[in-house]
């Protein structure tokens, strides 16, 4: 796959098949989407080409920063695991069109003419059935089946039955991930959640009991963190070497009182110094909520059934 974050550099096509959107999870809806376009770049012997944005077009529409209302935009996906997955759909080409002021401001006639034709070069449009595009969202599939034949496209729209398959959303995952709901979100999403970020420094206080944590820093500020709690997760070096962990994420209620949140994974069968490197996490189950103990024996004791429940959930 092509991937081109600059779209003066994108190679002008001719006959492009294309979809477009945030894709944010690229979850079992998105993927139907993504099927239907290899399937018609395919029989069209074209290339497929998806349209994706970044940042968040909230970002940049939504309030500032500090508003609560934009403190709730959390992303399912950073923009290098959204290209990871969009790699394993057949997709030619990626293009990642900068969301901007001005971008948005492009009405649905300029969005055709200087994105869709100038620059990729569509001949046909695979679409979700919610899809919007232009100022103020005015474009949308009754607007391109109305001007098919002027602009020379072939318009397909996915109906919502197909790309809402068993009620998937990006917003229902979301909710089950602050639920701590992993089962739910990985069956709409059809992967593991991942999550990745740089082993930092912490108290250095599991090695003491047998327990060696790899503090994690995520990298995406909007990156989601799932609701507090214990599961099971695999996790990944930088090496590439993937690895059965236990994962906790909260504020360590036995160790002391109004703590800050981390997340920290003990990889089980592992010995080495992970500091200052990347780890990835894909979250499998989760296992437990958050608990104090009475002492770090009991806490002890409590991480053995853990990593023995974890076994299990991996297995």
């Known amino acids: 796959m092509h991937v081109i974050r600059d779209p003066a550099q994108f190679p002008f096509l001719a006959n492009a098949v294309v979809t477009s959107g945030t894709f944010d999870g690229v979850h079992l809806g998105h993927q139907r989407i993504l099927a239907r376009l290899r399937e018609v770049a395919r029989a069209s012997n074209a290339p497929a080409v998806v349209i ?8 940049v529409l939504g309030p500032p ?16 695991e959204r290209i990871a997955k969009l790699t394993g759909f057949g997709v030619d080409y990626l293009l990642i069109m900068p969301f901007t002021q001005e ?4 009405t649905s006639e300029e969005y055709i003419q200087k994105l869709l034709f100038k620059t990729v070069g569509a001949k046909q449009l ?4 919610d899809h919007r595009f232009g100022k103020n969202r005015e474009g949308g599939f009754d607007y391109l089946r109305q001007h098919a034949e002027r602009y020379g ?38 992967y593991p959640y991942p999550l990745t970020g740089v082993v930092v420094h912490g108290q250095k206080l599991g090695r003491t009991i047998g327990y060696p944590t790899a503090n994690i820093s995520v990298t995406e500020p909007l990156k989601l963190v799932p609701a507090r709690g ?7 070096t930088a090496a590439g070497t993937r690895h059965p962990a236990m994962l906790s994420i909260g504020v360590r209620p036995t160790v002391g009182n109004d703590l800050t949140q981390t997340i920290e994974v003990n990889l089980l069968d592992f010995s080495g110094d992970l500091y200052d490197q990347l780890l ?7 296992l437990r909520a958050e608990e104090k103990y009475g002492g770090l024996d009991a806490l002890t004791t409590q991480l053995a059934l853990d990593a023995a429940n974890t076994r299990t959930a991996l297995a």
């Open 103 to 106: 971008f948005a401001q492009w």
């Open 65 to 80: 920063p500090s508003h609560p209302e934009l403190l709730e935009l959390q992303l399912i996906n950073t923009l290098e």
């Open 153 to 190: 496209l072939t318009v397909e729209e996915i109906p919502r039955e197909d790309v809402d398959a068993v009620g998937v959303s990006s917003t229902r995952i979301r909710q089950a991930l602050r639920q701590g709901d992993i089962a739910t979100a990985n069956r709409y999403l059809g």
């Open 280 to 286: 990835t996490v894909e979250f499998v189950a989760w």
């Open 230 to 236: 214990i599961y099971a997760v695999w996790a990944t």
């Open 126 to 129: 695979v679409i979700g059935y």
């Open 52 to 59: 994706t944005y970044w940042p968040h077009p909230r970002l």
